[in-house]
C-alpha cells in the first residue's frame, strides 16, 4: 500500500518539481538527458517512453500514440516546444525518432499479431491449406501425407485426424509460428520433432507449439516484449519479428522439457507455467534479447 500511495504522489506532485529542479541545474529537458543518457535499446526506449507518457504536455502524451508517417513531425514539434536545437543537439533528433518508431512499432505489432490471431483456420481457405500441407512437407519429407484428413498428423503432434480442430484458440497465428520455425529453422523443427517423439520424454509438437504461440502472445499484449523488441530491432518491429520470438520459444522449452525430464505429459502445464517463469524472468533484465541460438 504505501508503494502505491508514494508512487501516486510522486507522479502527480514531485516528479514536475523534481524534472524542473534538474534543468535549471543542467539546463536540459528530461527528453535530452535520456537521448544521451542512453545508448539504442531498451533502456533509452522504455524511459523516453514513460517521460512522454507521463507528460503535461498534449503534444508530448500524443507522440506515442502517432502514425510512423507522421512520426517526424511530431519530433520536430516535440524540439520546437521543449526548446531544442538540432545544432547544438545533432542527435537528439534520430534518437528520438527511433525511440519513437519502436515505441509506436509495438502497438502496430501487437494489432498485426491480433488480426492474425483472430482469423479462423478455414479448409476452403486455399491459402489455409497449403500452409498446412507445407507444414508436413517440412517436417516429414521422406513422408507421403495418405490424405487431407488423417492419423498421420499424430506424428507431427497433432491431436485428431483433422489439425483445424486444432487452432481455435490462436487462430491461423498457430499455424503461422510453426510454419515459420520449419521454413526458416528447419534443421532445427526437425531435431524437436525428434525429440516431442521421444517414447519416454515425448509431447505433442504441434499442441505445443501452438501453447507456445499463446505464451508469446500473452506476453506480447502484457507488454513484457518491450525490452527484448526494443533491444533487437533497431526500427519498428514487424510480424517477423514475432515469430522469431516463437521460434526462440519453441526451441528453448524442447531443451528445458528433456531437461526437466518429466515424468508424464500429464504434467506438461506444470512445466509450462515454470518454463513461462523463466522466460519472464529474462524479460526482466533491461539488456534482454531472446534470440534462437541453435547448434551449427
Not at 49 to 69: D, F, I, N, T, W
Not at 235 to 247: D, E, I, N, S
Given at each position: 500500500?504505501?508503494?502505491?500511495?508514494?508512487?501516486?504522489?510522486?507522479?502527480?506532485?514531485?516528479?514536475?518539481?523534481?524534472?524542473?529542479?534538474?534543468?535549471?541545474?543542467?539546463?536540459?529537458?528530461?527528453?535530452?538527458?535520456?537521448?544521451?543518457?542512453?545508448?539504442?535499446?531498451?533502456?533509452?526506449?522504455?524511459?523516453?517512453?514513460?517521460?512522454?507518457?507521463?507528460?503535461?504536455?498534449?503534444?508530448?502524451?500524443?507522440?506515442?500514440?502517432?502514425?510512423?508517417?507522421?512520426?517526424?513531425?511530431?519530433?520536430?514539434?516535440?524540439?520546437?516546444?521543449?526548446?531544442?536545437?538540432?545544432?547544438?543537439?545533432?542527435?537528439?533528433?534520430?534518437?528520438?525518432?527511433?525511440?519513437?518508431?519502436?515505441?509506436?512499432g509495438y502497438e502496430s505489432l501487437y494489432a498485426s499479431v491480433e488480426d492474425v490471431r483472430k482469423e479462423a483456420f478455414c479448409p476452403e481457405n486455399t491459402q489455409h491449406e497449403a500452409m498446412l500441407l507445407e507444414l508436413w512437407e517440412l517436417l516429414m519429407p521422406s513422408v507421403t501425407l495418405e490424405s487431407r484428413v488423417t492419423k498421420q498428423w499424430g506424428d507431427i503432434g497433432f491431436q485428431g485426424d483433422d489439425p483445424k480442430t486444432d487452432f481455435r484458440g490462436m487462430g491461423v497465428l498457430g499455424l503461422t509460428n510453426l510454419l515459420f520455425f520449419s521454413e526458416h529453422y528447419t534443421q532445427e523443427a526437425r531435431l524437436v520433432l525428434s525429440h516431442a517423439n521421444h517414447p519416454k520424454l515425448g509431447y505433442s509438437y504441434a499442441i505445443v507449439g501452438i501453447n507456445l504461440t499463446e505464451m508469446a502472445?500473452?506476453?506480447?499484449?502484457?507488454?513484457?516484449?518491450?525490452?527484448?523488441?526494443?533491444?533487437?530491432?533497431?526500427?519498428?518491429?514487424?510480424?517477423?519479428?514475432?515469430?522469431?520470438?516463437?521460434?526462440?520459444?519453441?526451441?528453448?522449452?524442447?531443451?528445458?522439457?528433456?531437461?526437466?525430464?518429466?515424468?508424464?505429459?500429464?504434467?506438461?502445464?506444470?512445466?509450462?507455467?515454470?518454463?513461462h517463469h523463466v522466460v519472464r524472468t529474462l524479460l526482466e533484465n533491461p539488456r534482454v534479447s531472446l534470440t534462437l541460438s541453435a547448434p551449427s
Open positions: 500500500m504505501l508503494v502505491y500511495i508514494w508512487q501516486y504522489v510522486y507522479t502527480t506532485f514531485l516528479r514536475y518539481w523534481f524534472k524542473w529542479l534538474i534543468r535549471q541545474a543542467t539546463g536540459t529537458c528530461e527528453l535530452q538527458r535520456i537521448c544521451s543518457g542512453y545508448g539504442p535499446g531498451a533502456s533509452r526506449t522504455i524511459n523516453t517512453e514513460y517521460s512522454l507518457k507521463s507528460s503535461k504536455s498534449k503534444l508530448l502524451r500524443g507522440a506515442v500514440e502517432s502514425s510512423e508517417e507522421h512520426l517526424g513531425q511530431h519530433v520536430q514539434q516535440i524540439m520546437k516546444e521543449k526548446n531544442i536545437k538540432e545544432q547544438t543537439n545533432p542527435r537528439f533528433k534520430e534518437s528520438l525518432h527511433t525511440s519513437l518508431l519502436q515505441i509506436t502472445y500473452s506476453l506480447l499484449k502484457s507488454g513484457a516484449l518491450k525490452a527484448h523488441f526494443y533491444n533487437t530491432v533497431p526500427g519498428a518491429p514487424k510480424l517477423q519479428h514475432f515469430h522469431q520470438l516463437y521460434c526462440y520459444l519453441a526451441f528453448e522449452f524442447d531443451k528445458f522439457w528433456l531437461a526437466e525430464e518429466p515424468e508424464s505429459i500429464m504434467l506438461f502445464n506444470q512445466y509450462r507455467d515454470k518454463f
